[in-house]
């Protein structure tokens, strides 16, 4: 009885091997995926933020004036 158990054991133990290396590999590609669209997005130069006029309102609505610097 105790060859089956081993025997069991020794394949479980493949296939959890089997499966973290499935999982490595799966993580690499989609990391190289990740970097490489990252790279073809990425523009050359930042633009800075600059709010529109409506993006900063009051409770009535009323846009009010930001005195706005983007080197802070």
Known sequence: MEAVATKRQ???AKRD???AVLEKRTKKRL???AARAEQSDEPTVQE???P???SVRDAQGRVIPVDFDPKL
């Open 52 to 54: 529109d006029a409506d």
């Open 48 to 50: 800075p933020y600059v």
């Open 31 to 33: 990391r190289k995926e």
């Open 10 to 12: 020794q394949t479980m």
């Open 17 to 19: 091997r089997e499966f």
